[in-house]
T-cell receptor, first 114, second 116 residues
């Protein structure tokens, strides 16, 4: 099983709402990632968790709050977002954080902020 | 920091014709190179990767790529494309961001459109 699942598929929220994105993998991977992808652009790394600890935060605004409750789950908590935060949010996982490892991507959550 | 340049933003090609998608990277150290494909409204899927050894790498769906260290290139090729190959293709390099952590740096992508 090489599947990374993400819920919800689509999310529409207002600027005052609080919502969460969820990501799950059962491949025994120890590294998990959040990316943001705007239309017609490559994915941009937001956060990396390695062995359930945050190892990289790419200077992401505090209105995005990641959480890794266990080795299979990764959440992204959203609060007070701006319309420019509308994008496809991709989760990925890899065996480890080593450079050689393949990252497996989920299908993404398409977020619209009104 | 490393960078990845995909020289063509769009490549139209007729069905059953060959295609080459170009990728150049900048690095003064050993690199790990990847090609990912993204079909419409989906996540990314690995096509192939170069870690070391043979410079010709074969991947899924009939794609292959050649690592050329002297030209710092990693071009993707397929001898005969199908309609189903229509997608966005991203070249990426794995970069050591410090303290043993690595992250992928993606090129801007090449949109491959296969024309019937």
């Amino acid at each position: 099983d090489t599947e990374v699942t993400q819920t919800p598929k689509h999310l529409v929220m207002g600027m005052t709402n609080k919502k969460s994105l969820k990501c799950e993998q059962h491949m025994g991977h120890r590294a998990m990632y959040w990316y943001k992808q705007k239309a017609k652009k490559p994915p941009e790394l937001m956060f990396v968790y390695s062995y359930e600890k945050l190892s990289i935060n790419e200077s992401v605004p505090s209105r995005f709050s990641p959480e890794c409750p266990n080795s299979s789950l990764l959440n992204l908590h959203l609060h007070a977002l701006q319309p420019e935060d509308s994008a496809l949010y991709l989760c990925a996982s890899s065996q480890d954080e080593a450079g050689k490892d393949t990252q497996y991507f989920g299908p993404g959550t398409r977020l619209t902020v009104l | 920091a490393q960078s990845v340049t995909q020289l063509d933003s769009q490549v139209p090609v007729f069905e059953e014709a060959p295609v080459e998608l170009r990728c150049n990277y900048s690095s003064s150290v050993s690199v790990y190179l990847f090609w990912y494909v993204q079909y419409p409204n989906q996540g990314l899927q690995l096509l192939l990767k170069y870690l070391s050894g043979s410079t010709l790498v074969k991947g899924i769906n009939g794609f292959e790529a050649e690592f050329n260290k002297s030209q710092t290139s990693f071009h993707l090729r397929k001898p005969s494309v199908h309609i189903s190959d229509t997608a966005e293709y991203f070249c990426a390099v794995s970069e050591n961001s410090g303290a043993g952590s690595y992250q992928l740096t993606f090129g801007k992508g090449t949109k491959l459109s296969v024309i019937p």
